[in-house]
Protein backbone atom coordinates (compact mmCIF):
# COMPACT_ATOMS: atom_id res chain seq x y z
CA UNK A 1 0.00 0.00 0.00
CA UNK A 2 1.15 3.53 -0.92
CA UNK A 3 2.17 6.21 1.77
CA UNK A 4 -0.39 8.47 2.14
CA UNK A 5 0.40 11.99 3.40
CA UNK A 6 -1.83 15.24 3.70
CA UNK A 7 0.88 17.41 1.67
CA UNK A 8 4.01 16.57 -0.15
CA UNK A 9 6.70 18.96 -2.00
CA UNK A 10 8.30 18.41 -4.60
CA UNK A 11 11.72 19.70 -4.10
CA UNK A 12 13.55 21.00 -0.81
CA UNK A 13 15.20 24.34 -1.54
CA UNK A 14 14.50 27.80 0.29
CA UNK A 15 10.83 27.23 -1.08
CA UNK A 16 9.75 23.71 -0.74
CA UNK A 17 12.00 22.81 2.46
CA UNK A 18 10.45 26.00 4.38
CA UNK A 19 7.21 25.45 2.96
CA UNK A 20 7.12 21.79 4.26
CA UNK A 21 8.34 22.84 8.10
CA UNK A 22 5.61 25.47 8.14
CA UNK A 23 2.97 22.77 7.17
CA UNK A 24 4.32 20.35 9.77
CA UNK A 25 4.01 22.97 12.23
CA UNK A 26 0.10 22.74 11.63
CA UNK A 27 -0.37 19.27 12.11
CA UNK A 28 -0.67 18.15 8.40
CA UNK A 29 1.02 14.84 7.82
CA UNK A 30 4.21 16.20 5.11
CA UNK A 31 6.56 14.41 2.93
CA UNK A 32 9.64 16.15 0.77
CA UNK A 33 10.84 14.55 -2.20
CA UNK A 34 13.76 15.98 -3.51
CA UNK A 35 16.70 14.74 -5.79
CA UNK A 36 19.49 16.56 -5.23
CA UNK A 37 23.55 14.77 -4.54
CA UNK A 38 26.28 16.47 -2.59
CA UNK A 39 29.47 15.90 -3.42
CA UNK A 40 29.95 12.49 -1.40
CA UNK A 41 26.33 11.27 -3.17
CA UNK A 42 23.99 11.90 -0.46
CA UNK A 43 20.97 13.20 -0.66
CA UNK A 44 21.38 17.37 0.20
CA UNK A 45 18.46 18.77 0.72
CA UNK A 46 18.31 23.05 0.70
CA UNK A 47 18.14 22.90 -3.06
CA UNK A 48 19.89 25.45 -5.36
CA UNK A 49 20.30 27.74 -2.74
CA UNK A 50 22.26 26.02 0.18
CA UNK A 51 24.48 23.46 -2.66
CA UNK A 52 25.29 25.86 -5.10
CA UNK A 53 23.64 29.61 -4.70
CA UNK A 54 23.04 31.86 -2.10
CA UNK A 55 24.82 30.44 1.14
CA UNK A 56 28.31 28.74 -1.12
CA UNK A 57 28.39 32.45 -2.98
CA UNK A 58 28.33 34.32 0.16
CA UNK A 59 30.68 32.36 1.61
CA UNK A 60 33.35 32.45 -1.12
CA UNK A 61 32.49 36.76 -1.09
CA UNK A 62 33.04 36.75 2.58
CA UNK A 63 36.14 35.23 1.81
CA UNK A 64 37.44 36.46 -1.15
CA UNK A 65 36.45 40.23 0.83
CA UNK A 66 38.57 39.57 3.46
CA UNK A 67 41.64 38.52 1.30
CA UNK A 68 41.36 41.94 -1.06
CA UNK A 69 40.71 44.16 2.28
CA UNK A 70 44.63 42.74 3.24
CA UNK A 71 46.17 42.92 0.02
CA UNK A 72 44.08 46.08 -1.40
CA UNK A 73 42.46 47.89 1.71
CA UNK A 74 44.54 47.91 4.74
CA UNK A 75 47.35 50.39 3.91
CA UNK A 76 45.05 52.71 4.31
CA UNK A 77 44.39 52.18 8.19
CA UNK A 78 48.24 51.60 8.76
CA UNK A 79 47.92 48.11 8.74
CA UNK A 80 50.12 45.98 6.35
CA UNK A 81 51.08 42.48 5.67
CA UNK A 82 53.99 41.11 3.46
CA UNK A 83 53.47 37.81 1.28
CA UNK A 84 49.59 37.48 1.74
CA UNK A 85 48.51 34.30 -0.07
CA UNK A 86 45.17 32.07 0.04
CA UNK A 87 45.30 28.32 -0.14
CA UNK A 88 42.42 27.41 -2.66
CA UNK A 89 41.91 24.34 -1.15
CA UNK A 90 41.06 25.63 2.32
CA UNK A 91 38.77 28.58 0.64
CA UNK A 92 37.04 26.36 -1.04
CA UNK A 93 36.86 23.66 1.31
CA UNK A 94 35.62 26.44 3.94
CA UNK A 95 32.82 26.81 1.78
CA UNK A 96 31.98 23.14 1.46
CA UNK A 97 31.90 23.02 5.38
CA UNK A 98 29.48 25.57 5.56
CA UNK A 99 27.37 23.48 2.92
CA UNK A 100 27.38 20.64 4.79
CA UNK A 101 26.69 22.38 8.22
CA UNK A 102 23.60 24.22 6.17
CA UNK A 103 22.25 21.09 4.34
CA UNK A 104 22.52 19.02 7.18
CA UNK A 105 20.32 21.11 9.44
CA UNK A 106 17.41 21.02 7.28
CA UNK A 107 17.71 17.19 7.68
CA UNK A 108 17.70 17.77 11.58
CA UNK A 109 14.74 20.09 11.14
CA UNK A 110 12.65 17.34 9.02
CA UNK A 111 13.55 14.94 11.77
CA UNK A 112 12.71 17.31 14.26
CA UNK A 113 9.38 18.12 12.33
CA UNK A 114 8.23 14.83 11.56
CA UNK A 115 8.84 15.28 7.78
CA UNK A 116 9.03 12.09 6.03
CA UNK A 117 12.36 13.16 3.38
CA UNK A 118 12.69 10.68 0.33
CA UNK A 119 15.38 10.68 -2.01
CA UNK A 120 14.99 10.45 -5.82
CA UNK A 121 12.58 11.98 -8.57
CA UNK A 122 8.74 13.43 -7.94
CA UNK A 123 6.76 13.00 -10.78
CA UNK A 124 3.05 13.91 -10.60
CA UNK A 125 0.22 11.52 -11.78
CA UNK A 126 -3.22 12.06 -12.03
CA UNK A 127 -4.90 11.79 -9.31
CA UNK A 128 -2.48 13.66 -6.58
CA UNK A 129 -0.30 10.89 -6.56
CA UNK A 130 3.69 10.59 -7.15
CA UNK A 131 5.69 8.17 -8.25
CA UNK A 132 9.57 8.78 -6.92
CA UNK A 133 12.30 7.45 -9.00
CA UNK A 134 15.27 6.77 -6.54
CA UNK A 135 18.68 7.07 -7.86
CA UNK A 136 19.28 3.53 -8.33
CA UNK A 137 16.46 3.42 -10.27
CA UNK A 138 14.12 1.88 -7.77
CA UNK A 139 10.18 3.02 -7.96
CA UNK A 140 7.27 3.89 -5.57
CA UNK A 141 4.58 5.86 -5.74
CA UNK A 142 3.22 7.79 -2.47
CA UNK A 143 -0.13 9.99 -2.62
CA UNK A 144 -1.64 13.48 -0.62
CA UNK A 145 -4.61 15.75 -0.02
CA UNK A 146 -2.55 18.20 -1.49
CA UNK A 147 0.83 18.44 -3.77
CA UNK A 148 3.09 21.74 -3.81
CA UNK A 149 5.44 21.38 -6.73
CA UNK A 150 8.66 23.59 -5.44
CA UNK A 151 11.16 22.11 -8.45
CA UNK A 152 13.16 25.40 -9.19
CA UNK A 153 15.39 26.29 -11.49
CA UNK A 154 18.38 25.44 -13.78
CA UNK A 155 20.65 27.46 -15.26
CA UNK A 156 20.10 28.42 -19.01
CA UNK A 157 22.73 26.78 -21.67
CA UNK A 158 23.93 28.85 -24.77
CA UNK A 159 23.97 26.50 -27.60
CA UNK A 160 27.16 27.53 -28.57
CA UNK A 161 29.11 27.62 -25.43
CA UNK A 162 27.89 24.25 -23.61
CA UNK A 163 28.57 23.63 -20.38
CA UNK A 164 31.37 20.96 -19.95
CA UNK A 165 32.37 21.43 -16.30
CA UNK A 166 35.79 22.14 -17.00
CA UNK A 167 36.68 24.96 -19.09
CA UNK A 168 32.76 26.17 -19.70
CA UNK A 169 31.03 26.19 -16.05
CA UNK A 170 28.04 27.32 -14.83
CA UNK A 171 27.62 28.64 -11.03
CA UNK A 172 28.63 25.07 -9.51
CA UNK A 173 31.36 25.62 -11.54
CA UNK A 174 32.91 28.73 -10.72
CA UNK A 175 31.86 27.89 -7.15
CA UNK A 176 34.61 24.80 -7.12
CA UNK A 177 37.50 25.76 -9.09
CA UNK A 178 40.72 24.01 -8.20
CA UNK A 179 42.84 27.25 -8.63
CA UNK A 180 42.04 30.63 -9.43
CA UNK A 181 41.84 31.31 -13.37
CA UNK A 182 44.67 33.79 -14.73
CA UNK A 183 41.85 34.73 -17.32
CA UNK A 184 38.11 34.33 -16.07
CA UNK A 185 35.24 34.94 -19.01
CA UNK A 186 32.32 35.70 -17.73
CA UNK A 187 28.78 36.23 -19.84
CA UNK A 188 26.27 37.68 -18.30
CA UNK A 189 26.60 40.74 -16.64
CA UNK A 190 23.62 40.05 -13.79
CA UNK A 191 24.02 38.76 -10.54
CA UNK A 192 25.63 35.79 -10.82
CA UNK A 193 28.53 36.97 -13.20
CA UNK A 194 28.72 39.96 -10.65
CA UNK A 195 28.79 38.12 -7.21
CA UNK A 196 31.06 35.08 -8.74
CA UNK A 197 33.20 37.65 -11.09
CA UNK A 198 34.10 39.54 -8.28
CA UNK A 199 34.76 36.61 -6.25
CA UNK A 200 37.72 35.26 -8.24
CA UNK A 201 38.76 39.38 -9.09
CA UNK A 202 39.60 39.68 -5.76
CA UNK A 203 41.73 36.60 -5.62
CA UNK A 204 43.50 38.06 -8.37
CA UNK A 205 41.72 36.95 -11.95
CA UNK A 206 41.35 39.39 -14.95
CA UNK A 207 37.53 39.31 -15.13
CA UNK A 208 36.38 40.03 -18.46
CA UNK A 209 32.43 40.35 -18.83
CA UNK A 210 30.47 39.98 -21.90
CA UNK A 211 26.84 41.35 -21.78
CA UNK A 212 24.58 41.42 -24.14
CA UNK A 213 22.31 44.37 -23.24
CA UNK A 214 23.69 48.33 -23.64
CA UNK A 215 23.18 49.24 -20.37
CA UNK A 216 24.25 48.46 -16.96
CA UNK A 217 22.23 46.52 -14.68
CA UNK A 218 19.04 47.53 -16.20
CA UNK A 219 17.19 45.68 -13.36
CA UNK A 220 18.21 48.40 -10.87
CA UNK A 221 17.52 51.90 -10.90
CA UNK A 222 20.00 53.67 -13.70
CA UNK A 223 21.26 56.06 -10.65
CA UNK A 224 22.20 53.07 -8.19
CA UNK A 225 23.94 51.13 -11.63
CA UNK A 226 26.06 54.29 -12.86
CA UNK A 227 27.89 54.10 -8.98
CA UNK A 228 28.37 50.45 -8.84
CA UNK A 229 29.32 50.61 -12.63
CA UNK A 230 32.29 53.12 -11.87
CA UNK A 231 33.23 51.11 -8.63
CA UNK A 232 33.91 47.74 -10.67
CA UNK A 233 35.63 49.69 -13.14
CA UNK A 234 38.06 50.76 -10.39
CA UNK A 235 38.38 47.52 -8.81
CA UNK A 236 39.85 46.22 -12.64
CA UNK A 237 36.47 44.12 -13.96
CA UNK A 238 36.13 44.58 -17.28
CA UNK A 239 32.73 45.13 -18.19
CA UNK A 240 31.99 44.95 -22.18
CA UNK A 241 28.44 45.99 -22.56
CA UNK A 242 26.41 45.59 -25.87
CA UNK A 243 28.48 42.42 -26.57
CA UNK A 244 26.95 39.58 -28.34
CA UNK A 245 29.12 36.29 -28.23
CA UNK A 246 29.07 34.29 -30.94
CA UNK A 247 31.25 31.40 -30.28
CA UNK A 248 33.31 29.68 -27.94
CA UNK A 249 35.52 27.18 -28.69
CA UNK A 250 37.72 25.42 -26.12
CA UNK A 251 41.42 24.99 -27.16
CA UNK A 252 44.36 23.67 -25.82
CA UNK A 253 45.65 27.48 -24.52
CA UNK A 254 42.29 28.01 -22.91
CA UNK A 255 38.79 29.07 -23.85
CA UNK A 256 38.50 31.25 -27.58
CA UNK A 257 35.55 33.55 -27.26
CA UNK A 258 34.27 35.41 -30.48
CA UNK A 259 32.00 38.40 -30.16
CA UNK A 260 30.68 41.52 -31.57
CA UNK A 261 30.20 44.83 -30.56
CA UNK A 262 29.68 48.01 -31.70
CA UNK A 263 33.14 48.27 -32.91
CA UNK A 264 32.59 44.94 -35.02
CA UNK A 265 33.92 41.15 -34.09
CA UNK A 266 36.68 40.73 -31.30
CA UNK A 267 38.31 37.95 -29.71
CA UNK A 268 39.22 37.02 -26.34
CA UNK A 269 41.10 34.14 -24.73
CA UNK A 270 40.67 32.93 -21.21
CA UNK A 271 41.50 30.17 -18.65
CA UNK A 272 37.88 29.31 -18.04
CA UNK A 273 34.07 30.81 -18.67
CA UNK A 274 31.40 31.59 -16.61
CA UNK A 275 28.49 31.47 -18.25
CA UNK A 276 26.05 33.44 -16.29
CA UNK A 277 22.73 34.33 -18.85
CA UNK A 278 19.86 33.66 -16.65
CA UNK A 279 18.34 30.56 -15.24
CA UNK A 280 14.63 28.72 -16.33
CA UNK A 281 12.39 27.19 -14.39
CA UNK A 282 13.20 23.46 -13.96
CA UNK A 283 10.40 20.75 -14.71
CA UNK A 284 11.86 17.58 -16.76
CA UNK A 285 10.26 14.81 -15.84
CA UNK A 286 8.11 16.32 -12.88
CA UNK A 287 4.48 15.96 -15.18
CA UNK A 288 2.96 13.15 -16.35
CA UNK A 289 1.49 13.80 -19.64
CA UNK A 290 -2.67 14.10 -18.17
CA UNK A 291 -2.30 15.69 -14.88
CA UNK A 292 -3.74 19.01 -16.22
CA UNK A 293 -0.70 21.24 -14.95
CA UNK A 294 -0.25 24.05 -17.83
CA UNK A 295 3.70 24.93 -18.31
CA UNK A 296 3.88 29.09 -19.88
CA UNK A 297 5.82 30.53 -23.16
CA UNK A 298 9.02 30.53 -20.56
CA UNK A 299 8.40 26.97 -19.46
CA UNK A 300 7.23 28.50 -15.68
CA UNK A 301 4.16 26.07 -13.90
CA UNK A 302 1.46 28.70 -14.15
CA UNK A 303 -0.30 29.75 -10.77
CA UNK A 304 -2.83 32.17 -9.88
CA UNK A 305 -2.16 34.84 -7.20
CA UNK A 306 -2.93 31.84 -4.49
CA UNK A 307 0.09 29.47 -5.45
CA UNK A 308 -2.43 27.00 -7.11
CA UNK A 309 -2.18 25.53 -10.38
CA UNK A 310 -5.52 25.20 -10.98
CA UNK A 311 -5.85 21.25 -10.59
CA UNK A 312 -7.86 20.53 -7.52
CA UNK A 313 -5.05 19.83 -4.89
CA UNK A 314 -1.78 21.15 -6.61
CA UNK A 315 0.23 23.97 -6.06
CA UNK A 316 3.62 25.49 -6.89
CA UNK A 317 5.85 27.69 -5.82
CA UNK A 318 9.46 29.52 -5.90
CA UNK A 319 11.71 29.58 -9.45
CA UNK A 320 9.52 27.01 -11.19
CA UNK A 321 6.69 29.66 -11.09
CA UNK A 322 6.22 33.66 -12.10
CA UNK A 323 8.24 36.20 -10.19
CA UNK A 324 11.51 37.09 -9.19
CA UNK A 325 14.02 33.96 -8.55
CA UNK A 326 14.96 35.03 -4.94
CA UNK A 327 15.13 32.23 -2.71
CA UNK A 328 13.47 34.55 0.51
CA UNK A 329 10.15 35.34 -2.19
CA UNK A 330 10.28 31.08 -2.75
CA UNK A 331 10.41 30.64 1.27
CA UNK A 332 7.42 32.91 1.65
CA UNK A 333 5.20 31.24 -0.67
CA UNK A 334 5.99 28.12 0.91
CA UNK A 335 4.63 29.17 4.19
CA UNK A 336 1.76 30.82 2.50
CA UNK A 337 0.42 27.79 0.30
CA UNK A 338 1.19 25.54 3.80
CA UNK A 339 -0.96 28.14 5.72
CA UNK A 340 -3.59 28.11 2.55
CA UNK A 341 -3.55 24.20 2.60
CA UNK A 342 -4.14 24.39 6.79
CA UNK A 343 -7.26 27.03 5.82
CA UNK A 344 -5.37 29.77 7.37
CA UNK A 345 -4.86 32.97 5.62
CA UNK A 346 -1.74 32.83 3.92
CA UNK A 347 0.48 35.84 2.50
CA UNK A 348 3.38 37.11 0.06
CA UNK A 349 3.66 40.83 -0.21
CA UNK A 350 5.18 41.19 -4.15
CA UNK A 351 5.65 44.56 -3.83
CA UNK A 352 7.83 45.00 -0.96
CA UNK A 353 10.45 41.83 -2.58
CA UNK A 354 13.85 42.96 -1.38
CA UNK A 355 16.73 42.57 -3.54
CA UNK A 356 20.58 42.55 -2.61
CA UNK A 357 23.49 42.12 -4.78
CA UNK A 358 26.30 41.17 -2.81
CA UNK A 359 29.18 43.19 -4.63
CA UNK A 360 31.30 45.24 -3.03
CA UNK A 361 29.74 48.36 -2.92
CA UNK A 362 26.70 45.92 -2.18
CA UNK A 363 23.13 47.27 -3.72
CA UNK A 364 19.91 47.09 -2.86
CA UNK A 365 16.57 47.87 -3.52
CA UNK A 366 12.76 47.41 -2.65
CA UNK A 367 9.46 48.84 -4.25
CA UNK A 368 9.06 50.56 -7.21
CA UNK A 369 11.77 52.72 -9.41
CA UNK A 370 11.05 55.94 -10.99
CA UNK A 371 10.95 54.68 -14.27
CA UNK A 372 8.27 52.32 -13.23
CA UNK A 373 6.33 55.32 -11.47
CA UNK A 374 6.89 57.59 -14.04
CA UNK A 375 5.30 54.62 -17.07
CA UNK A 376 2.35 54.78 -14.51
CA UNK A 377 2.17 57.90 -13.80
CA UNK A 378 2.39 58.24 -10.37
CA UNK A 379 3.74 61.51 -8.91
CA UNK A 380 6.66 61.14 -6.64
CA UNK A 381 9.15 63.04 -4.74
CA UNK A 382 12.75 61.58 -4.92
CA UNK A 383 15.26 62.05 -1.66
CA UNK A 384 18.89 60.87 -1.70
CA UNK A 385 21.59 60.85 0.70
CA UNK A 386 25.46 60.15 0.18
CA UNK A 387 27.30 57.90 2.40
CA UNK A 388 30.64 60.09 1.60
CA UNK A 389 28.73 62.36 4.48
CA UNK A 390 28.14 59.42 6.97
CA UNK A 391 30.48 59.68 9.68
CA UNK A 392 30.39 55.72 10.50
CA UNK A 393 31.23 55.12 6.73
CA UNK A 394 33.88 57.38 6.70
CA UNK A 395 35.47 56.20 9.90
CA UNK A 396 35.60 52.59 8.07
CA UNK A 397 37.22 53.98 4.51
CA UNK A 398 33.83 52.83 2.81
CA UNK A 399 32.29 56.05 2.31
CA UNK A 400 30.69 55.28 -1.40
CA UNK A 401 27.87 55.09 -2.88
CA UNK A 402 23.66 56.58 -1.44
CA UNK A 403 20.07 55.91 -0.48
CA UNK A 404 17.64 57.00 -2.65
CA UNK A 405 13.88 57.34 -1.32
CA UNK A 406 11.24 57.44 -3.40
CA UNK A 407 7.81 58.53 -2.04
CA UNK A 408 4.33 59.88 -3.28
CA UNK A 409 4.04 63.50 -4.02
CA UNK A 410 1.07 63.53 -1.87
CA UNK A 411 0.38 61.18 0.16
CA UNK A 412 4.20 60.87 1.23
CA UNK A 413 4.00 56.89 1.26
CA UNK A 414 7.30 55.36 0.73
CA UNK A 415 7.39 53.73 -2.83
CA UNK A 416 11.15 52.25 -3.51
CA UNK A 417 14.39 52.89 -1.97
CA UNK A 418 17.20 51.81 -3.77
CA UNK A 419 20.70 51.89 -2.32
CA UNK A 420 24.36 50.98 -3.03
CA UNK A 421 26.74 51.56 -0.43
CA UNK A 422 28.08 49.96 2.21
CA UNK A 423 25.81 47.13 4.63
CA UNK A 424 23.26 48.16 2.37
CA UNK A 425 21.77 44.85 2.45
CA UNK A 426 21.15 45.06 6.12
CA UNK A 427 19.79 48.71 5.60
CA UNK A 428 17.28 47.63 2.93
CA UNK A 429 15.15 45.84 5.97
CA UNK A 430 14.42 49.10 7.31
CA UNK A 431 12.54 50.57 4.17
CA UNK A 432 10.88 47.16 4.19
CA UNK A 433 9.41 47.41 7.20
CA UNK A 434 8.53 51.07 6.38
CA UNK A 435 6.49 49.62 3.11
CA UNK A 436 5.22 47.19 4.45
CA UNK A 437 3.52 49.61 6.89
CA UNK A 438 2.58 52.04 4.17
CA UNK A 439 4.88 54.54 5.81
CA UNK A 440 6.17 57.81 4.90
CA UNK A 441 9.08 59.43 4.61
CA UNK A 442 8.19 61.52 7.78
CA UNK A 443 7.75 58.12 9.20
CA UNK A 444 11.53 57.56 8.71
CA UNK A 445 12.42 61.14 9.17
CA UNK A 446 11.11 60.88 12.83
CA UNK A 447 12.62 58.02 13.98
CA UNK A 448 16.15 57.88 15.86
CA UNK A 449 18.68 56.50 14.33
CA UNK A 450 21.96 55.83 16.53
CA UNK A 451 25.09 57.85 15.80
CA UNK A 452 27.22 57.12 14.19
CA UNK A 453 25.86 54.14 12.40
CA UNK A 454 25.31 53.46 8.55
CA UNK A 455 21.47 53.60 9.05
CA UNK A 456 21.76 57.23 9.16
CA UNK A 457 22.02 57.53 5.71
CA UNK A 458 18.52 56.13 5.17
CA UNK A 459 17.62 58.72 7.97
CA UNK A 460 18.90 61.65 5.99
CA UNK A 461 17.92 60.32 2.75
CA UNK A 462 14.23 60.36 4.39
CA UNK A 463 14.41 64.18 5.33
CA UNK A 464 15.94 64.59 1.94
CA UNK A 465 12.96 63.96 0.23
CA UNK A 466 11.02 67.09 2.09
CA UNK A 467 14.01 68.93 0.99
CA UNK A 468 15.53 69.02 4.74
CA UNK A 469 18.28 66.75 5.00
CA UNK A 470 21.05 68.15 7.30
CA UNK A 471 24.36 66.62 6.76
CA UNK A 472 23.98 67.69 2.76
CA UNK A 473 22.31 71.11 0.79
CA UNK A 474 19.07 70.72 -0.73
P1 LIG B 1 15.75 25.38 -5.82
O1 LIG B 1 16.56 25.99 -4.75
O2 LIG B 1 16.30 25.33 -7.19
O3 LIG B 1 15.41 23.92 -5.31
C1 LIG B 1 14.68 23.00 -6.06
C2 LIG B 1 15.05 21.61 -5.59
O4 LIG B 1 14.15 20.69 -6.19
C3 LIG B 1 16.45 21.16 -6.00
O5 LIG B 1 17.09 20.55 -4.91
C4 LIG B 1 16.20 20.14 -7.10
O6 LIG B 1 17.21 19.12 -7.15
C5 LIG B 1 14.88 19.57 -6.66
N1 LIG B 1 14.08 18.98 -7.74
C6 LIG B 1 13.76 19.51 -8.95
N2 LIG B 1 12.92 18.70 -9.62
C7 LIG B 1 12.70 17.62 -8.80
C8 LIG B 1 11.92 16.46 -8.92
N3 LIG B 1 11.16 16.21 -10.00
N4 LIG B 1 11.94 15.56 -7.90
C9 LIG B 1 12.69 15.80 -6.79
N5 LIG B 1 13.45 16.89 -6.61
C10 LIG B 1 13.44 17.79 -7.62
N6 LIG B 1 18.67 34.11 -4.05
C11 LIG B 1 18.62 34.98 -3.02
O7 LIG B 1 17.53 35.32 -2.56
N7 LIG B 1 19.77 35.48 -2.45
C12 LIG B 1 20.99 35.14 -2.92
O8 LIG B 1 22.00 35.61 -2.39
C13 LIG B 1 21.08 34.25 -4.01
N8 LIG B 1 22.27 33.87 -4.49
C14 LIG B 1 22.33 32.97 -5.52
C15 LIG B 1 23.58 32.62 -6.00
C16 LIG B 1 23.68 31.72 -7.04
C17 LIG B 1 25.04 31.34 -7.56
C18 LIG B 1 22.50 31.14 -7.60
C19 LIG B 1 22.59 30.13 -8.70
C20 LIG B 1 21.25 31.49 -7.13
C21 LIG B 1 21.16 32.42 -6.09
N9 LIG B 1 19.93 32.83 -5.58
C22 LIG B 1 19.87 33.74 -4.56
C23 LIG B 1 18.66 32.31 -6.12
C24 LIG B 1 18.14 31.19 -5.21
O9 LIG B 1 19.11 30.19 -5.11
C25 LIG B 1 16.84 30.63 -5.79
O10 LIG B 1 15.91 31.67 -5.98
C26 LIG B 1 16.25 29.61 -4.83
O11 LIG B 1 17.15 28.55 -4.58
C27 LIG B 1 14.95 29.03 -5.42
O12 LIG B 1 14.40 28.16 -4.50
P2 LIG B 1 13.45 26.95 -4.96
O13 LIG B 1 13.17 26.19 -3.72
O14 LIG B 1 12.34 27.47 -5.76
O15 LIG B 1 14.33 26.07 -5.96
P1 LIG C 1 20.47 37.57 -14.49
O1 LIG C 1 19.16 37.59 -15.15
O2 LIG C 1 20.66 38.30 -13.21
O3 LIG C 1 21.58 38.13 -15.48
C1 LIG C 1 21.82 37.57 -16.75
C2 LIG C 1 22.53 38.60 -17.59
O4 LIG C 1 22.97 37.95 -18.76
C3 LIG C 1 21.61 39.74 -18.04
O5 LIG C 1 22.24 40.97 -17.81
C4 LIG C 1 21.38 39.47 -19.51
O6 LIG C 1 21.18 40.63 -20.27
C5 LIG C 1 22.68 38.79 -19.88
N1 LIG C 1 22.61 37.92 -21.07
C6 LIG C 1 21.61 37.08 -21.41
N2 LIG C 1 21.94 36.41 -22.55
C7 LIG C 1 23.19 36.84 -22.91
C8 LIG C 1 24.09 36.51 -23.95
N3 LIG C 1 23.76 35.60 -24.88
N4 LIG C 1 25.27 37.13 -24.00
C9 LIG C 1 25.62 38.06 -23.05
N5 LIG C 1 24.79 38.41 -22.03
C10 LIG C 1 23.61 37.79 -21.95
O7 LIG C 1 20.84 36.02 -14.34
P2 LIG C 1 21.98 35.28 -13.51
O8 LIG C 1 23.07 36.21 -13.16
O9 LIG C 1 22.28 34.05 -14.29
O10 LIG C 1 21.22 34.89 -12.21
C11 LIG C 1 19.99 34.15 -12.29
C12 LIG C 1 19.08 34.54 -11.19
O11 LIG C 1 19.53 33.96 -9.96
C13 LIG C 1 19.03 36.03 -10.89
O12 LIG C 1 18.19 36.72 -11.76
C14 LIG C 1 18.49 36.03 -9.50
O13 LIG C 1 17.11 35.87 -9.57
C15 LIG C 1 19.15 34.80 -8.90
N6 LIG C 1 20.32 35.21 -8.12
C16 LIG C 1 20.14 36.07 -7.08
C17 LIG C 1 21.22 36.48 -6.34
C18 LIG C 1 21.00 37.44 -5.21
O14 LIG C 1 19.86 37.59 -4.79
N7 LIG C 1 22.04 38.08 -4.68
C19 LIG C 1 22.50 36.04 -6.64
C20 LIG C 1 22.65 35.20 -7.73
C21 LIG C 1 21.55 34.78 -8.45
Known amino acids: M ?36 GKDGKQALGGTCLNVGCIPSKALLDSSRQFHNLT ?28 KQFTGGVATLFKANKITPYFGTGKLLKGNQVEITGNDGSKQTISATNIVLASGSVPIELPFARFDGKAIVDNAGALDFTEVP ?6 GAGVIGLELGSVWKRLGSDVTIIEALPDFLGVADPDIAKVAQREFKKQGLDIKL ?40 YTTGLLADD ?3 KLDERGRIVVDEHCHTGVDGVWAIGDAVRGPMLAHKGSEEGVAV ?26 AWAGKTEKELKDAGIPYRVGSFPFAAIGRAVAMNEAVGQVKMLAHAETDRILGVHMVGPGVSELIAECVVAMEFKGSSED ?24 RAIHKGN
Not at 19 to 34: E, F, S
Not at 73 to 97: C, E, L, Y
Not at 182 to 187: A, C, N, T
Not at 250 to 279: C, F, I, N, P, W
Request: charged share 25%; proline share 3%.
Open 72 to 99: SHFDAHGISADNARIDIPTFVGRKDKIV
Open 338 to 363: AEWIAGKSGHVNFDTIPWVIYTEPEI
Open 182 to 187: KRLGVI
Open 242 to 281: GAKLGKAEVKKDGVHLTYSDKDGEQQLVVDKLLVAVGRRA
Open 2 to 37: SDKFDVIFIGAGPAGYVGAIRAAQLGLKTACIDAFA
Open 444 to 467: LARIVHAHPTLSEAVHEAALSVDK
Open 291 to 293: TGV
